[in-house]
């Protein structure tokens, strides 16, 4: 995809630049102005700009309706505000805490934590509504000044770089203040131009969005059609005209004639075995120490591990349980219980209890195809119909052990793996090329405002 956007629709600089003194942007239209944050508030109301309650308002006041209470994660780095996981505070509680009462057109921007510098822009059709005091928040003067234009303004690297400079002088966990906020540098069009480049921005943002919105469901097919071929590949083989048996398991009726169903427990080279159940000290290098967190989209994301090890106590966790290649970790307790994948490396690292090791007897299973079997979806409904629930989803060992799967026969084994890595392979590139696609999308958006907002491109007659 050629995704020269800029020749496309042929944006053209401002006739007249004037050097702005700003560190991030050395030049801005000759008729913008240079002002702080705080010139752009609406003074003639209580409290313009600010953050949350400070702990006035707890969980147990959160309910299933009533005013909305906006916390960091309804916020987004598209200045969209998310509805998934919103809770609500009573009308009472809202008035009692008039401070971090919002109002449609307010911007938020999350002040703390991991997702710092994320936007928000409360709709119209959200009357009030409260926040948290992680969240900043700030009431435009809409005579002056388009909440729209600031939206945008506030995802712009510009304004970006100033949160992160300001929130990573911290010493401790990241975060920015309202003092810090009210003294960030912007750059000010008139407000017609503000309304303009808005208009612009919807519009085009918008398209963007929506081709990386295909691209994302084209993805999703493209998997679903991953997860039916594997399905049908590892429980009815490839031959349509092969004799089929009854299975004698739950969730499959037939099966080839020469595959078998067994438990897990038979066709393991070694007993099925967890993590150690201790927490280790970490150290600052070592050895890497993984949990369920790290088993992501059916692979090791050894990114996500919890921490380092010695080879000391690595090598006395080892005893019980010492991953090597071709190994399976099945997640076996918490939110992901039954996601699975295979080790790909040599290299050495330990596990922790959430983690269950298969290990596969190649001369019963090979590996990559146990791999393939346990990630289709009769193996994952077997994996639900199993767990228990205490403080969490779990499964345990002795479970583990006991579940059946279906065996294709040894003679077609090698020919059902061959297929398999061929054609998910080539499904993987497709998302791969896909995933890069959307990336780039999103790269061009972010630029795009930049470039905008900032007036490095002029867009009143486009």
């Given at each position: 995809?050629?995704?020269?956007?800029?020749?496309?629709?042929?944006?053209?600089?401002?006739?007249?630049?004037?050097?702005?003194?700003?560190?991030?942007?050395?030049?801005?239209?000759?008729?913008?102005?240079?002002?702080?944050?705080?010139?752009?508030?609406?003074?003639?109301i209580?409290?313009?700009?600010?953050?949350g309650?400070?702990?006035?308002?707890?969980?147990?006041?959160?309910?299933?309706?009533?005013?909305?209470?906006?916390?960091?994660?309804?916020?987004?780095?598209?200045?969209?505000?998310?509805?998934?996981?919103?809770?609500?505070?009573?009308?009472?509680i809202?008035?009692?805490?008039?401070?971090?009462?919002?109002?449609?057109?307010?911007?938020?921007?999350?002040?703390?934590?991991?997702?710092?510098?994320?936007?928000?822009?409360?709709?119209?059709?959200?009357i009030?509504?409260?926040?948290?005091?992680?969240?900043g928040?700030?009431?435009?003067?809409?005579?002056?000044?388009?909440?729209?234009?600031?939206?945008?303004?506030f995802?712009?690297?510009?304004?970006?770089?100033?949160?992160?400079?300001?929130?990573?002088q911290?010493?401790?966990?990241?975060?920015?203040?309202?003092?810090?906020?009210?003294?960030?540098i912007?750059?000010?069009p008139?407000?017609k131009?503000?309304?303009?480049?808005?208009?612009?921005?919807?519009?085009?943002?918008?398209?963007?969005?929506?081709?990386?919105?295909?691209?994302?469901?084209?993805?999703?097919?493209?998997?679903?059609?991953?997860?039916?071929?594997?399905?049908?590949?590892?429980?009815?083989?490839?031959?349509?005209?092969?004799?089929?048996?009854?299975?004698?398991?739950?969730?499959?009726?037939?099966?080839p004639?020469?595959w078998?169903?067994?438990?897990?427990?038979?066709?393991?080279?070694?007993?099925?075995?967890?993590?150690p159940?201790?927490?280790?000290?970490f150290?600052?290098?070592?050895?890497?120490?993984?949990?369920?967190?790290?088993i992501?989209?059916?692979?090791?994301?050894?990114?996500?591990?919890?921490?380092y090890?010695?080879?000391?106590?690595?090598?006395?966790?080892?005893?019980?349980?010492?991953?090597?290649?071709?190994?399976?970790?099945?997640?076996?307790?918490g939110a992901?219980?039954?996601?699975?994948?295979?080790?790909?490396?040599n290299?050495?690292?330990?596990?922790?209890?959430p983690?269950?090791?298969?290990?596969?007897?190649?001369?019963?299973i090979?590996?990559k195809?146990?791999?393939?079997?346990?990630?289709t979806?009769?193996?994952?409904?077997?994996?639900?119909?199993?767990?228990?629930?205490?403080?969490?989803?779990?499964?345990?060992?002795?479970?583990?052990?006991?579940?059946?799967?279906?065996?294709?026969?040894?003679?077609?084994?090698?020919?059902?793996?061959?297929y398999?890595?061929?054609?998910?392979?080539?499904?993987?590139?497709?998302?791969?090329?896909?995933?890069?696609?959307?990336?780039?999308?999103?790269e061009?958006?972010?630029?795009?405002?930049?470039?905008?907002?900032?007036?490095?491109?002029?867009?009143?007659?486009?």
């Open positions: 995809m050629n995704l020269n956007w800029w020749m496309k629709m042929k944006l053209k600089s401002y006739p007249k630049y004037k050097e702005s003194g700003i560190q991030w942007v050395r030049w801005i239209p000759v008729d913008w102005k240079i002002n702080k944050v705080k010139y752009l508030v609406d003074k003639s209580y409290y313009p700009i600010g953050d309650d400070h702990g006035q308002i707890t969980p147990d006041m959160y309910q299933d309706e009533g005013v909305p209470y906006i916390r960091v994660q309804n916020l987004s780095w598209n200045g969209k505000i998310l509805y998934k996981g919103m809770v609500y505070i009573s009308k009472e809202n008035l009692a805490n008039k401070k971090s009462i919002l109002k449609p057109q307010d911007l938020l921007i999350a002040k703390t934590g991991a997702t710092i510098g994320k936007i928000g822009l409360v709709p119209k059709n959200i009030s509504a409260n926040t948290t005091s992680s969240v928040k700030i009431t435009i003067n809409k005579k002056f000044h388009s909440p729209f234009f600031w939206n945008y303004y995802q712009s690297n510009i304004f970006q770089n100033q949160i992160f400079i300001s929130a990573y911290k010493s401790a966990q990241p975060g920015f203040n309202v003092e810090d906020l009210i003294d960030f912007v750059i000010i008139s407000f131009e503000q309304s303009i480049i808005a208009n612009f921005l919807d519009k085009k943002t918008t398209e963007i969005d929506e081709l990386i919105e295909k691209d994302k469901k084209l993805i999703e097919l493209l998997k679903e059609k991953q997860t039916a071929l594997i399905n049908h590949a590892v429980t009815k083989g490839l031959d349509p005209n092969a004799k089929l048996k009854e299975s004698g398991i739950q969730l499959i009726e037939k099966i004639e020469k078998n169903a067994m438990k897990l427990k038979h066709i393991v080279s070694r007993k099925i075995t967890d993590g159940h201790e927490t280790p000290e150290i600052d290098e070592g050895v890497l120490f993984i949990s369920a967190e790290a992501k989209k059916d692979k090791i994301d050894f990114s996500k591990m919890r921490g090890i010695t080879k000391q106590v690595h090598k006395i966790y080892c005893a019980k349980c010492k991953p090597r290649k071709d190994d399976i970790f099945l997640v076996k307790s992901t219980t039954g996601n699975v994948a295979i080790v790909e490396t290299d050495e690292f330990s596990i922790w209890s983690l269950a090791l298969i290990r596969s007897n190649k001369e019963k090979l590996p195809l146990l791999y393939y079997i346990l990630l979806d009769y193996f994952k409904k077997t994996i639900e119909l199993s767990w228990s629930f205490g403080t969490q989803q779990n499964i345990g060992m002795s479970v583990i052990e006991n579940l059946n799967i279906i065996i294709p026969s040894i003679s077609q084994q090698n020919y059902l793996l061959n398999l890595n061929q054609a998910t392979v080539k499904i993987d590139k497709t998302i791969q090329k896909i995933e890069q696609k959307i990336k780039l999308l999103v061009y958006k972010k630029s795009l405002i930049h470039h905008v907002v900032t007036g490095k491109v002029d867009v009143r007659e486009v």
